[in-house]
Every structure is written in C-alpha cells, then in structure tokens.
C-alpha cells in the first residue's frame, strides 16, 4: 500500500502536486544533483556565510540543544509509568543513534559524549574522512536509500535527519525506512524546511523564486502529523528553528515580535521546523 497519492495543487499545478493523505507537497521543478565536498561547503557558505567548519561551534551547541530536548522528553514519559519507558531506559544500557547525512559528525560526536552508541551515514568524502579519522566515528560514506528497508528493523533508539530528507526523491523509501528503523518506543528527530511559514503563506512568489531546486518534497506541521500518525508515531515535540517576521506579509506580520514567537511557538509556524516523534508500541 503506497504512503503517498499525489495530484495537482489547485493553487499552484505549475509547481506541486500534493498528496491527498497527507498534504505533504512535491516540488515538480525539483532536480538531482550530487552531493560530494563542493556541494556541501560552497552551499554551507552560500547560506550561512560562514564555512562548516568555521560554525562548529554553533553547530556543537545546536546538537547540545537537541539532545537536551531529547532527554526531557523521556525523562518526562518514564514519569508518567513503567508502561511508557524506552526498550533501552535501563540506564546500564546504551542507547542507539543513527543520523542520516550526518556531515562531519559534531551532532554524533555530542550524542557519543551523552552516552549514545552512534552511528552516522553520510555521501561527502570529506566529511566522512573527518567524522572517521578525527573524530573517530563509525559514518558510512553510502546512501540512505542503499541500506534496505528491513536490515536494520527496530535497531535504532533514535533515528535524526537534519535538513535531509527533503532532498530525496524516494519519499516512500525514505519513510519507510524511518519508520522501520525506529524501535517502538524510539524516537524519530527530524529538522526540514516548512510550506507553514512566512515565506509561502504570504509570499508564494518569493518562495519559489528561492526555493531549492534539489528539494522534492515540501513539508508543514499538519502534513507531517498525518504522515506520522499512518506510521505509527505519535507527535511530542515541534518548534520554529526560526523566526522571520519581516517575511510575514500578512497580520501576523505586523504583530509585536514578543507575540509573533508565541504565535510561532504555539502552532509551528516557520519556513524552518525541527519535531521529535514517538513510535508508539505495537
């Protein structure tokens, strides 16, 4: 049975088609590119102004900050009972982690000092080389796609993605994936780009005039609610990771900053959105 049912977007045919189950949204315009160590400093560079490794920093506290989110929420769930704790909440057990384009491994590299056995897959040569040699990471320079749906079933306490997975076109494979990777109890924590934000609520026309053209699929808090609810996952945590209010054309736009964040905060409304989902057990 096929996750996804894609047809023309009745706003916009010339660029998305959306699916009928979910409303995530196909970016027809999308095309492939390689991803080896030009794409992944000159774009690096190109959006942040400053170079990979230059914001390693930032990078390092960003990862911090997740695996704090991480932690409050199942410490906040083993509260609630013995019927809610992870398969690995023994607390002599390490938990495992898989991150998907895990770069050169700072993320995993917090998650292993944090008490994680990780485990990254990444398509830069580069990085790889950095993640393995300096870092001394176990990252597999491989495709996501490359590893079968079923090889590694139920193998991960938490499966992250940051600005990844809407760079494939494979959107079954990718989820299907996902999902069967996940242990029941486990967490999924993913960060994309949202069509629930500023930029294409209230300005389609300079969303897609920047829009990535190696980005297929485009995601909101809703689609992606459906979309997990169908697999088995159950929503606990969504945030902006950006706040961009002189992008909103609309009233929101003109609202006092203080109140826009609490907008943003109370309903995901950002061109950026980082979630943690639950498995839920079977």
């Known amino acids: 049975m096929s996750l996804f049912e894609f047809f023309p977007h009745k706003e916009f045919p010339e660029f998305y088609e959306e699916c009928r189950l979910t409303g995530v949204l196909r970016y027809l315009p999308a095309k492939h590119r390689e991803y080896g160590d030009s794409y992944f400093m000159e774009e690096y560079k190109s959006q942040y102004k400053k170079s990979y490794y230059e914001d390693e920093p930032n990078l390092r506290n960003m990862a911090k900050h997740r695996l704090s989110n991480l932690k409050k929420l199942a410490e906040g769930q083993r509260e609630v009972g013995n019927s809610t704790s992870t398969p690995n909440s023994n607390s002599s057990l390490k938990k495992s982690l898989l991150e998907i384009g895990s770069a050169a491994g700072f993320f995993l590299d917090e ?137 909103d054309l609309g009233l929101l736009g003109k609202l006092p900053e203080w109140l826009y964040r609490l907008y943003a905060n109370q309903f995901a409304y950002g061109d950026t959105i980082e979630l943690i989902a639950r498995k839920l057990k079977h």
């Not at 990777?181 to 629930?196: E, I, K, N």
């Not at 485009?218 to 609610?225: F, I, T």
Request: no cysteine; proline share 5%.
């Open 111 to 247: 998650a292993r000092t944090s008490g994680y056995q990780t485990k990254g897959l990444e398509l830069s040569p580069k990085e790889v080389d950095y993640a393995r040699s300096t870092l001394g990471l176990d990252v597999d320079k491989t495709s996501v796609l490359s590893v079968g749906v079923g090889e590694w079933k139920d193998q991960f306490d938490l499966v992250s993605a940051f600005f990844v997975i809407e760079h494939i076109d494979d959107i079954e494979g990718i989820w299907k994936r996902l999902a069967s990777w996940t242990r029941p109890g486990g967490y999924l924590y993913l960060a994309v780009p949202s069509s629930f934000g500023p930029s294409f609520q209230t300005n389609p026309k300079e969303w897609f005039s920047t829009h990535p053209s190696d980005h297929f699929f485009d995601y909101s808090v809703h689609s992606l609610k459906k979309l997990l609810s169908i697999l088995g996952f159950g929503l606990n945590y969504v945030r902006p990771m950006s706040y961009h209010s002189y992008r």
